[in-house]
């Protein structure tokens, strides 16, 4: 079970193309400046399954996956549990929100799990002084745009770049 606060279909905000974004709720973070602080609290928005987020998905059979919020990996395991059936049904990409870094979630054993099933993360807080609206797909300048299996293959951070979109 995922605490969802809504999903959004064939929005073109978090990641190329047309995507359909699950935003959760609840976030340990609370940027300053946040796009979205009515995501923060945790428990709100509806419980939705595995099977009702699918339904949601497969409704936009040309729309690849974004798991945003709130902090999706604050709900790790109800993402991963998620990400497993897109990788078993479908051939989306999987692309990751999250104030936490790379490195942070390689600590902890549910939220590598979940790394492993993205193709891409987008890591780190926002933070307000580094605010720049001309990057893309990210708030401030401190955030990465991470190819998650390059990295993990390379065991270092190898960063995404818009040439690379068809090779994931």
């Known amino acids: 079970m995922i605490h969802v606060l809504r999903v959004v279909h064939d929005t073109m905000v978090d990641g190329p193309g047309l995507r359909t974004s699950i935003y959760c709720a609840g976030c340990p973070h609370a940027c300053l400046g946040c796009h979205n602080p009515q995501s923060w609290a945790f428990g709100q928005g ?3 399954t595995t099977e009702t987020l699918m339904d949601e998905i497969l409704t936009d059979s040309f729309a690849d996956v974004t798991f945003t919020g709130g902090d999706p990996m604050a709900q790790a395991a ?6 497993k059936v897109i990788r078993e049904q479908t051939h989306k990409t999987i692309w990751c929100y999250t104030g ?5 979630l390689l600590q902890n054993s549910t939220q590598r799990a979940l790394l492993e099933k993205l193709d891409v993360l987008v890591d780190g807080r926002f933070i307000a002084s580094q605010k720049d609206e001309d ?7 401190n955030q990465r745009l991470i190819d998650v299996k390059r990295s993990l293959s390379t065991q270092k951070v190898v960063l995404w770049k818009a040439d690379s979109a068809m090779a994931i």
């Open 46 to 48: 509806e419980r939705m």
């Open 78 to 83: 109800g993402f991963l549990d998620l990400a």
């Open 100 to 104: 936490f870094t790379f490195e942070d």
């Open 135 to 141: 990057l893309l797909f990210r708030g401030s300048r």
